[in-house]
Nanobody
Framework: QVQLVESGGGLAQFGESLRLSCAAS????????MGWFRQAPGKEREFVAG????????SYANAAKGRFTVSRDNAKNTVYLQMNILKPEDTAVYYC?????????????????WGQGTQVTVSS
């Protein structure tokens, strides 16, 4: 079992940056691939970025490519999502999740553990 807690959300202006963190407790997050998802009001939860156990395999949704960077520090049991050049359409609740798969699937059904989410609001 692993517990996940996101932090770092907040209000940003168009073009600014935010860095989200996801701290894991319980079982070490090095045992899991980690994913970031987001859910805007009235929309389905969508994949943003994922990183494998080792950090060697990384994937991004098209909306995140070139602007977001996912990373992990297994010694700190923490996963990060650096978000640059934020846009109003990035406004959502952002969740981190842990999957027993070696690489991070883009389907939320493959994730066993979820954080409570952190709100990101980007104004124009």
């Amino acid at each position: 079992q692993v517990q996940l807690v996101e932090s770092g959300g907040g209000l940003a202006q168009f073009g600014e940056s935010l860095r989200l963190s996801c701290a894991a407790s319980g079982r070490a997050c090095s045992n899991y691939a980690m994913g970031w998802f987001r859910q805007a009001p009235g929309k389905e939860r969508e994949f943003v970025a994922g990183i494998s156990w080792t950090g060697q395999t990384i994937s991004y949704a098209n909306a995140a490519k070139g602007r977001f960077t996912v990373s992990r520090d297994n010694a700190k049991n923490t996963v990060y999502l650096q978000m640059n050049i934020l846009k109003p359409e990035d406004t959502a609740v952002y969740y981190c999740a842990a999957s027993v798969h070696a690489t991070a699937p883009d389907d939320p059904h493959y994730y066993s553990y979820w954080g409570q989410g952190t709100q990101v609001t980007v104004s124009s």
